[in-house]
């Protein structure tokens, strides 16, 4: 059964089920990130060293953080340039984007809106790659690029989205310390609710 020993193992996917995770329920954390029948998972866990999650007490977050945007994405071996002038680039992603911002303003609790960015790491960052990916930019190719990023290592796709969050956060209300620092705020504190 294959699952993350260290934060550096942790794909996309699972870094947004482990902040979505409620700490309580190991088997199911394992479930997710494996893809296995929870019964199974549950029989694993029972075989696994005691500290084998000990990583998870660390700041994910901060690890995750870059100190500067890469200049390329590497998906499925080929690097695809990331573009830092977005004045440049389509307004359809720019409104997809601040739709997809806006929305998560709509939730109640900070928690609830560092919670809804998480989630939404891999079609931000899919927006803006989509037509240096693929040959034209589509709902279609955009869904795919998706989950090609659930896929990746977080610590390849997270600074990514950081930067385009840093580029959006005038059209935040709320201000997502976390997610444009990367150390503290409400994605700490959401992945901290699981202690």
Request: glycine content about 4%; aromatic content about 10%.
């Amino acid at each position: 059964m294959h699952y993350p020993k260290n934060y550096e193992e942790l794909t996309t996917g699972q870094y947004i089920a482990l902040a979505n995770w409620d700490g309580l329920d190991f088997a199911e954390l394992l479930e997710s990130w494996s893809g296995e029948d929870y019964d199974l998972c549950l029989r694993e866990l029972e075989n696994l060293p005691v500290d084998v999650f000990d990583w998870m007490d660390e700041d994910i977050p901060a690890k995750l953080n870059a100190e500067e945007i890469p200049n390329k994405l590497k998906i499925k071996g080929e690097k695809v340039k990331i573009q830092k002038d977005l004045a440049v680039d389509l307004f359809g992603k720019k409104m997809y984007v601040a739709n997809i911002i806006k929305a998560v303003n709509l939730k109640d609790t900070e928690k609830d809106k560092s919670l809804e960015l998480i989630n939404n790491i891999p079609l931000i960052v899919a927006v803006y790659l989509c037509d240096k990916y693929y040959p034209e930019y589509s709902g279609e190719n955009v869904e795919k690029l998706r989950e090609l990023l659930l896929e990746m290592p977080a610590r390849e796709v997270y600074p990514v989205a950081l930067f385009f969050f840093r580029k959006f956060k005038n059209l935040m209300p709320f201000k997502p310390s976390s997610l444009v620092s990367g150390v503290s705020g409400e994605l700490e504190e959401a992945l901290n609710a699981r202690n």
